[in-house]
């Protein structure tokens, strides 16, 4: 099976749904740093596995 690759600036979604995020880095651990706005505006970043993310389609929302 292959992975999608992601870049930094990558705007994705969990496949599950969820809020848009922004890809800060990837980490060693084969982790997916992301980056997006939780409620009241708060910054949230957390990592995901690369297999539980879909890349937004461009020119289109999603």
């Known amino acids: ?3 999608t690759k992601f870049q930094v600036g ?3 979604r969990l496949k599950s749904g969820g809020p848009l995020m922004t890809v800060q880095q990837s980490t060693y651990a084969d ?6 706005l939780g409620e009241h505006n708060k910054r949230m970043t957390e990592g995901f596995h690369p297999r539980t993310l879909q890349k937004r389609r461009s020119g289109g929302r999603q």
Do not use: K, L, S
Request: proline share 0%; aromatic share 8%.
């Open 31 to 36: 982790n997916i740093m992301c980056v997006w």
């Open 10 to 12: 990558d705007v994705v």
């Open 1 to 3: 099976m292959t992975t």
